[in-house]
């Protein structure tokens, strides 16, 4: 079965300062991962995705995450924090073939202080 | 183009009512899935349609069902409303229907039992 856990329901950061959002993944097949955003009121959006390609992933906004199958981890960073990365952060994985449905974390909610 | 909409984006309901929550994939998109965020949890997979047949389903009571129409819309019907059924319950599209392509989601339609 798959799952995912996001260690810090809550993390804060100054502008300008790193990013660093944890994911760990447990998966029996070979797993395809996913960072999603959620603003305040909106719908997710999609940050990136790993699909076996390279294990470094790079999405939107500046954030990029790197597939670590020795620690099962994928977690989410950014060099310099802004303002507007403050935001729900969700962690996913694929649960199973030929279907949608995507198994996701807890969540983590970034503030970034000025 | 429009993204996924969702309606209605609010309602209050009793306990004991019925719902009916729809969504309008993206144009071009055969794939709806509907998704519950709890407050405080993260989306946890009701349904995936893909052309108009079920093809996943998440762990969710028999009181939950879905439907997709020949035009790709899709209803999500929830009967004998509880208390804990209130939830953000956001509809997800994709062009083909695995996890390898990017699921858009709408900004969600949020349900309120008393």
């Known amino acids: 079965a798959q799952s995912v856990t996001q260690l810090g329901s809550h993390v804060s950061v100054s502008e300008g300062a790193l990013v660093l959002l944890r994911c760990n993944y447990s998966?029996?097949?070979?797993?395809?991962l996913f960072w999603y955003v959620q603003y305040p009121n909106q719908g997710l959006q999609l940050l990136l995705k790993y699909t076996s390609a390279a294990t470094l992933v790079k999405g939107i906004n500046g954030f990029e995450a790197e597939f670590k199958k020795s620690e099962t981890s994928f977690h989410l960073t950014k060099p310099s924090a802004h303002m507007s990365d403050a935001a729900e952060y969700f962690c996913?994985?694929?649960?199973?073939?030929?279907?949608?449905?995507?198994?996701f974390g807890t969540g983590t909610r970034l503030q970034v202080f000025p | 183009d429009a993204g996924v909409t969702q309606s209605p984006t609010h309602l209050i309901k009793t306990r004991g009512q019925h719902v009916t929550l729809r969504c309008s994939p993206i144009s071009g998109h055969k794939s709806v899935s509907w998704y519950q965020q709890v407050l405080g949890q993260g989306p946890q997979f009701i349904f995936q349609y893909y052309e108009k047949e079920e093809r996943g389903r998440g762990n969710f009571p028999d009181r939950f069902s879905a439907r997709q129409f020949p035009n790709y819309s899709s209803e999500l019907n929830v009967n004998a409303l509880l208390l804990g059924d209130s939830a953000l319950y956001l509809c997800a599209s994709s062009f083909t229907n695995t996890f390898v392509g990017e699921l858009f989601f709408g900004e969600g339609s949020r349900l309120t039992v008393l």
């Open positions: 998966s029996s097949v070979p797993p395809y």
């Open positions: 996913a994985v694929t649960g199973g073939s030929n279907t949608d449905k995507l198994i």
